[in-house]
């Protein structure tokens, strides 16, 4: 019943996840005792623990990140580059 529960719990983020649609500069950036980031654009908070990340790279405030509805991956163009990451959700 527990295992159920999670199991229900964890597919309703990420349906949550895949009907996000964002393109901005992140605003505002925070990571948890895990490493995970939350980030704010245009005013709206998107903590990212469901998506896939690599813990590796950081984000940083002024970074433009574009996530379309329906799609899980975040596209990451850092500020001051030209330079692109893809995370992408399996």
Known sequence: MLIMFFSIQKERQIHEVVSWRFKGAVQKIWYDE???PTIVVKGRT????????????????GDTVIK???????KVIFRNSKD???????
């Open 84 to 90: 692109t990451v893809f995370f992408n959700g399996n």
């Open 46 to 61: 998107y903590p990212l623990v469901n998506t896939f990340w690599d813990f590796n790279i950081k984000i940083h405030e």
């Open 68 to 74: 379309y509805r329906g799609d899980r991956r975040i």
């Open 34 to 36: 895990k490493d995970i």
